[in-house]
């Protein structure tokens, strides 16, 4: 029962979010906060967060903890320079919406396309790293954590970024 009414919640969201607009940069503006502090404020909660719920759902042992944490520690580090560039995108876009043209919005599908690959990319190639150090089903529960808290903040960023209006 949980998870349908987490998936009609889930739809019922996607929805809204679809039907939103210019809330992000109308907000933003509004409260007389830069798209650059609103950004930062938000990072920085989830990463805050991020590790906490990774180690309230790994049930790692002492042993484990001890190898892992580094390793977790390195990844994130890579994750998070990643992720600077679809931030650096987003603010771009926030800045240009009113105005974006053609090409500002080619440019903005590709690299989020290509923040995307960085991503899948890095996964896959921590995934061996991690697996030296956890069973493979840890292995994979991290990943679907990551993924998981991965896919609530693009959600979170998401929702409040509007959509191209196609003029």
């Known amino acids: ?3 349908k009414t987490a998936m009609a919640a889930t739809v019922f969201f996607g929805i809204s979010l679809l039907s939103g607009g210019k809330a992000f940069a109308q907000d933003t503006a509004a409260q007389g906060i830069s798209i650059d502090e609103d950004i930062k404020l938000f990072r920085q909660d989830l990463r805050s967060m991020k590790k906490q719920i990774v180690a309230l759902n790994m049930n790692l042992s002492e042993s484990e903890a001890l190898q892992f944490w ?8 890579e994750l998070t ?3 600077d560039s679809k931030y650096a995108l987003l603010k771009d876009y926030a800045q240009n919406y009113d105005s974006i043209t053609g ?3 080619e440019s903005y599908v590709k690299g989020r396309a290509d923040v995307e690959e960085s991503i899948t990319k890095l996964r896959l190639r921590y995934f061996p790293i991690f697996r ?3 069973s493979g089903q840890a292995t994979a529960r991290f ?5 998981r808290l991965g896919l609530i903040m693009d959600l979170q ?3 409040q970024t509007p959509l191209i ?3």
């Open 1 to 3: 029962m949980k998870s």
């Open 70 to 77: 580094p390793i977790y520690d390195r990844y994130t580090k």
């Open 81 to 83: 320079a990643i992720t």
């Open 103 to 105: 090409e500002q919005a």
């Open 132 to 134: 030296k150090v956890l």
């Open 143 to 147: 990943f679907q954590i990551d993924w």
């Open 157 to 159: 960023l998401m929702s």
């Open 165 to 167: 209006d196609p003029q």
